[in-house]
């Protein structure tokens, strides 16, 4: 099957063709295709190509929104992962901090279970000072660990930013692809009327691009 841009620029030459040639509408008009149907068929088109105008937007906005959560993501990730290569370092002999921060459980894998454990480390230095005197000799002040937890905390947000675009570009492709359906029925049964008609009428059907 052709393309998609290949098979609307195909019906609207067709469309247009009929629509201007006299000779072509005196038959056409007898088959059922008067100007008025012909202009509905062109209106169709239009819609497709409008449909398809805003199915491109929202699927580029999903790309976009895609790229901010990934780079936020991999921003947090990275502040995260410093502090807790060094908190690991800085506790080696607090069998407590080890167990309450999870240092050296696995970094889960799933978006979901990863930030829950990131923020349950977070949490767990920010509300113990006593934590943070360990880590302060190792370079790594209060200041940077809240900075850390606010590149995390900023996760959700996009990702729901994300959700959002991609739902909205999946109905866009729907709405898109249900005209467009529409449009490849009306251009087939167009198609096989006029080679019907025009049966035998070689220039009226190389006319139509038959």
Same mark, same amino acid.
């Given at each position: 099957?052709?393309?998609?841009n290949? @098979? #609307?620029?195909?019906?609207?030459?067709m469309?247009?063709?009929?629509? /201007?040639d $006299?000779?072509?509408?005196? =038959? *056409?008009?007898?088959?059922?295709?008067?100007?008025?149907?012909?202009?509905t068929?062109?209106?169709?088109?239009?819609?497709?190509?409008?449909?398809?105008?805003?199915?491109?937007?929202?699927?580029?906005?999903?790309?976009?929104a895609?790229?901010?959560?990934?780079?936020?993501?991999?921003?947090a990730?990275?502040?995260?992962? @410093? #502090?807790?290569?060094?908190?690991r370092?800085?506790?080696?002999?607090? /069998?407590? $901090?080890?167990?309450?921060? =999870? *240092?050296?459980?696995?970094?889960?894998?799933?978006a979901?279970?990863?930030?829950n454990?990131?923020?349950?480390?977070?949490?767990?230095?920010?509300?113990?000072?006593?934590?943070?005197?360990?880590?302060?000799?190792?370079?790594?002040?209060?200041?940077?660990?809240?900075?850390?937890?606010?590149?995390l905390?900023?996760?959700?947000?996009?990702?729901?930013?994300?959700?959002?675009?991609?739902a909205?570009?999946?109905? $866009?492709?729907?709405?898109?692809?249900?005209?467009?359906?529409?449009?490849?029925?009306?251009?087939?049964s167009?198609?096989?009327?006029?080679?019907?008609?025009?049966?035998?009428?070689?220039?009226?059907?190389?006319?139509l691009?038959?």
């Open positions: 099957m052709k393309d998609m290949q @098979r #609307i620029t195909d019906a609207r030459n469309f247009n063709i009929a629509l /201007t $006299a000779e072509l509408q005196k =038959e *056409l008009n007898a088959a059922g295709y008067s100007p008025e149907k012909l202009q068929m062109c209106g169709l088109i239009d819609q497709v190509t409008a449909l398809n105008a805003v199915q491109a937007r929202e699927y580029a906005e999903q790309l976009y895609t790229d901010g959560l990934d780079e936020k993501t991999a921003l990730d990275k502040a995260y992962m @410093r #502090i807790v290569k060094l908190s370092v800085a506790f080696a002999d607090n /069998t407590l $901090a080890q167990k309450e921060l =999870e *240092l050296f459980g696995r970094r889960k894998a799933a979901g279970a990863w930030y454990q990131a923020e349950l480390f977070y949490q767990g230095l920010l509300n113990q000072p006593a934590y943070q005197k360990p880590l302060a000799e190792l370079g790594i002040t209060k200041d940077e660990i809240e900075k850390g937890y606010r590149l905390k900023d996760i959700p947000a996009a990702k729901l930013t994300q959700k959002q675009e991609t909205q570009a999946i109905q $866009a492709t729907a709405a898109r692809d249900a005209e467009l359906e529409k449009l490849d029925q009306e251009y087939s167009f198609k096989k009327v006029c080679r019907v008609i025009f049966e035998g009428d070689k220039e009226s059907l190389k006319k691009g038959l």
